[in-house]
């Protein structure tokens, strides 16, 4: 079955320091990754997708993932933190096996909070 | 280019009711999405418009939800009769056809709660 994992509810990080928002997936065929970022009393806003190619993914506002096939990782990076990057980061997969359907699956969603 | 719209932004139904929830994708979007969040949980899949058909709505809960696409526009997801548990972000999401690894674009989400 198709499943996404963001184990840390929470990330913390100091404005200024790199951060890392990790996801881990399982699919059956290749993967289409995706990142997206809900800020409050906001809808889901696309940041970045993995579908073939380098696995480096540049995307929105700096931010960058990078597609690790043998550890099944698409973990979310940034360099230098933005008080204003404090939201709800989503991962989500779609199983790019011939045949199958459309739908995103998604992680619980990992809070960021960027302390000044 | 306008991105996709979803109307009311909030609603509050008490159980028993029927609620209309109304989404309109970015123009010349062929697939059209709606997902759910409960609270605190993962956000998930209900169904797949290609068009005015469904593709897949594997993901409805039961037939008390009810969804609809008009001439292939835009979409309403009714629940009738709404119960406590069908409170949550309900979000719709529009993509190009055609297009393997094609983008979702989603709307604001209308916020629920059943009382």
């Known amino acids: 079955a198709q499943s996404v994992a963001q184990p840390e509810d929470q990330v913390n990080v100091a404005e200024g320091n790199p951060l890392t928002v990790k996801c881990t997936y399982s699919?059956?065929?290749?993967?289409?990754l995706f990142w997206y970022v809900q800020y409050p009393n906001r809808g889901l806003q696309f940041l970045l997708k993995?579908?073939?190619?380098?696995?480096l993914v540049k995307g929105s506002y700096g931010f960058e993932a990078e597609f690790n096939k043998s550890q099944t990782s698409f973990h979310l990076k940034k360099p230098s933190a933005l008080v204003s990057d404090s939201a709800l980061y989503f991962c989500?997969?779609?199983?790019?096996?011939?045949?199958?359907?459309?739908?995103?699956?998604f992680g619980k969603g990992t809070k960021l909070s960027v302390k000044p | 280019e306008a991105g996709v719209t979803q109307f009311p932004s909030h609603s509050v139904i008490e159980k028993g009711q029927t609620v209309t929830l109304r989404c309109d994708p970015i123009?010349?979007?062929?697939?059209l999405y709606w997902y759910r969040r409960v609270m605190g949980k993962e956000i998930k899949f209900l169904l797949h418009?290609?068009?005015?058909?469904?593709?897949?709505e594997s993901g409805m809960p039961n037939n008390r939800f009810l969804a609809e696409r008009t001439g292939g526009t835009y979409s309403t997801l009714k629940v009738q009769p709404a119960e406590l548990e069908d409170s949550g972000v309900y979000f719709c999401?529009?993509?190009?056809?055609?297009?393997?690894?094609?983008?979702?674009?989603f709307g604001p989400g209308t916020r629920l709660l059943v009382l």
């Open positions: 699919v059956s065929g290749n993967p289409y």
């Open positions: 123009s010349g979007h062929d697939n």
């Open positions: 993995y579908i073939t190619g380098d696995n």
């Open positions: 989500a997969v779609r199983d790019g096996y011939g045949g199958s359907q459309g739908n995103l699956i």
């Open positions: 418009f290609v068009k005015e058909s469904k593709q897949d």
């Open positions: 999401a529009s993509s190009q056809a055609g297009i393997w690894g094609e983008t979702q674009y």
